[in-house]
């Protein structure tokens, strides 16, 4: 698989932010609060170089409220919220980087 660009990157995240709005109703994943962000739950740069792109899928994303977003950098807040996505539209996160979020949030 080719690299992307950033550029191609950007753009590939700027087409998922609809869907992604939709698919939450504009509501803050956590929370059921107004949504203002679509949010990459696992970074890029959690990602091995040549992955990246895969943190602009849908399941790596989701809509959260201004205060979610500052917290959301957090291990826990990222455990929460793939497991409410796990269980709200039943996305499979068997590899990484999310294997490991879900592993040490089921652990701690």
Known sequence: MKR???????????????P??????RMDILT????????????ARMFEKGYKHLAFQMKN?????R???????????????LTK??????YS???EPWSSVIRRGEDG
Do not use: F
Not at 4 to 18: E, F
Not at 20 to 25: F, G, S, V
Not at 61 to 65: D, I, K
């Open 93 to 95: 996160y068997e590899d």
């Open 85 to 90: 996505l796990q269980e709200l539209y039943g």
């Open 32 to 43: 059921g609060e107004t949504a203002n962000d679509v949010h990459e739950i696992c970074p």
């Open 4 to 18: 992307k660009t950033a550029r191609q990157l950007r753009g590939l995240q700027k087409t998922m932010l609809q």
């Open 67 to 81: 205060a979610t977003h500052r917290e959301a950098e957090c291990q826990k807040s990222r455990w929460q919220m």
């Open 20 to 25: 992604i709005q939709d698919r939450d109703r």
């Open 61 to 65: 994303m989701c809509c959260v409220s």
